[in-house]
């Protein structure tokens, strides 16, 4: 290939898709542009009382159409035709009813408003009941625990579990619906005309780690265990797959239609899907033995071992061990928080809600005096509350909290749980408070490195990126002294989409494999937070506090 071949890789997250265009010889991101959804941005379709959390596809499409475009446009005239490959990553588990063409209902008449016609996004929590429903059963049918590679306890937050939700919440869609796809399935699929749910390339990664497919029982799990869940799901397995790929291999070639669309060539290669953090893992510069922590909403945390390390052990309480979902050739094995910066932007919205009530409430100069007041507060909130966060010596707080706002998900899912703070006096303060809560989404990334550990996976180093990781450096410092390790963090503030594209530049044949990309690509480390040897010192009798805590409240955090 040419020095001056282009990659391209498009990051779809929580609010928005983003992509990058990549030198594959340098790694240099020499353009890039992020194009927010706007039905998403419009609170359209989600209910957050109930948890539910829906996007549309159209958002998914005219998205990626206009930031590819736009990215292209910051590199040059002509630049598509340099492209060689194209990445993409995708939240997860975020699936959707298709017909037997592959098209999202709510691309199809009468669907076009039903949220249940639509991709569920990774962060809906409608189907605990059917979560627990699936975890009851694989654990007393009488055969194989279909859950022991997904840490032994399968989520609300997965494939399944969704799924059931709607077959049993819609008959319209459970009557249309011929099959289901993962997000990070169906838009490869749909930039190469692939889209037939039988012969659709489907993702090692999600399949792995969010449908319990394994090859020990050749794919998904079997008729007779999934009927014994809910009868409602007879057929299904046979309508779905059988195969899956892990992403440095190729789905297709792209359309004339999309090359048209997108300004690129037809026929450029497009990889394989994955999930965001798996691919976000690849950009990190994953290495045996280094947690890399992808730090934003919530947190995935990503390790990659041999399968000489691993064996036939099952690591309990996390989110999977996957064959080649990270790395092909090595064990992927994922663990997370279901909130981290979100618990932060938890606790500005409760302290904003008397401006944003007063602004709501008046009228004319007044509102917008409001208004103007309300979005400066706002704006600088987190990082007020922060400095003076950093000013409180924990051992002078009576202040603790548990970080399950939006349920745990390791160690052990349980999306039923709720979060607390205790401790609470007629001294606590804004700033108080504040701490407590970056100290739990702390101590909840403790529990997983301790979880880890516990199972035999040894942690030598930590590696984190994400808005997080690239903007505060007091939650940095605080997780760093309380996991008691350094933390590097990624230089690149793309690094999902970076891994996008060293996936695809392997599957695209620029490069002959994941770590030959990876070291050509790589955008390296441009800080490191070391812990303070005191502070790591009380933080490890802190930690029991919140061990202890976490054991003794979770009966009553039970929201079920």
């Not at 051992?395 to 349920?407: E, F, H, I, Q, Y």
């Not at 205790?422 to 101590?443: N, Q």
Request: one cysteine or more; charged letters at 25%.
């Amino acid at each position: 290939m040419a020095n001056d071949t282009l990659i391209i890789g498009i990051d779809f997250g929580t609010d928005s898709v983003r992509a990058v265009v990549i030198d594959s010889a340098s790694g240099k991101e020499l353009g890039t542009d992020v194009a927010w959804y706007p039905r998403w941005a419009d609170g359209a379709y989600c209910d957050a009382g109930r948890n539910q959390f829906r996007q549309h596809p159209k958002d998914y499409v005219e998205s990626m159409e206009a930031c590819v475009k736009g990215a292209l446009k910051a590199v040059g005239a002509k630049s598509g035709s340099r492209v060689a490959a194209i990445g993409i990553d995708t939240t997860g588990s975020t699936p959707c009813a298709v017909d037997k063409s592959g098209t999202p209902l709510a691309l199809t008449k009468g669907f076009e408003e039903n949220p249940n016609a639509m991709f569920v996004l990774w962060k809906d929590h409608t189907a605990v009941r059917e979560a627990e429903l699936i975890n009851a059963r694989a654990r007393g049918w009488g055969g194989t625990d279909f859950t022991k590679y997904e840490g032994g306890v399968y989520s609300s937050e997965w494939f399944w579990s969704k799924i059931l939700h709607v077959l049993r919440e819609d008959p319209r869609v459970r009557s249309a619906a011929f099959s289901w796809v993962e997000h990070c399935d169906w838009m490869p699929a749909l930039l190469t005309g692939t889209t037939d749910p039988l012969t659709m390339k489907r993702s090692r990664c999600a399949a792995g780690h969010k449908a319990m497919w394994h090859p020990d029982w050749e794919g998904l799990p079997p008729e007779e265990f999934l009927v014994k869940v809910d009868p409602l799901l007879r057929g299904l397995r046979a309508r779905l797959y059988k195969d899956t790929q892990t992403s440095d291999q190729s789905a297709g070639g792209l359309t004339e239609e999309w090359a048209k669309r997108l300004g690129l060539k037809a026929g450029t290669a497009v990889a394989v899907g994955a999930f965001d953090a798996h691919m976000g893992g690849v950009g990190g510069e994953i290495t045996e033995r280094t947690l890399v922590k992808i730090m934003g909403t919530s947190t995935c945390d990503m390790l990659v071992a041999p399968r000489r390390v691993v064996g036939n052990k099952c690591v309990a309480g996390i989110c999977g061990q996957v064959d080649g979902s990270i790395i092909p050739g090595m064990v992927g094995l994922e663990a997370g928080q279901s909130a981290f910066g979100d618990v932060y932007a938890w606790f500005k919205d409760v302290l904003s809600w008397p401006l944003d009530d007063a602004a709501r409430a008046a009228r004319g100069a007044a509102k917008k005096a409001l208004e103007n007041v309300r979005d400066e507060v706002e704006a600088a909130l987190l990082d007020r509350l922060a400095a003076e966060a950093e000013k409180v010596d924990p051992k002078d707080s009576t202040v603790a909290a548990l970080d399950w706002m939006n349920g745990r998900r390791t160690p052990f899912a349980d999306q039923g749980l709720s979060g607390a703070v205790v401790g609470l006096t007629l001294g606590t303060t804004a700033p108080k408070i504040f701490r407590a809560l970056v100290e739990a989404t702390a101590f909840g990334s403790r529990a997983i490195v301790e979880q880890f550990r516990k199972e035999g996976v040894a942690i030598n180093a930590v590696i984190a990126q994400g808005g997080i990781a690239r903007k505060s450096p007091f939650v940095m410092q605080v997780t760093a002294d309380i996991l008691n390790m350094p933390i590097r963090v990624v230089a690149s503030d793309q690094a999902c989409a970076l891994g996008a594209g060293m996936l695809a530049a392997v599957a695209g044949g620029v490069h002959g494999s994941v770590p030959e990309a990876q070291k050509k690509m790589g955008s390296g480390f441009d800080k490191v937070f070391k812990p303070d040897r005191a502070r790591a010192s009380l933080y490890q009798a802190l930690y029991k506090r919140y061990t202890d805590l976490a054991r003794s409240l979770e009966p009553l955090l039970k929201t079920l």
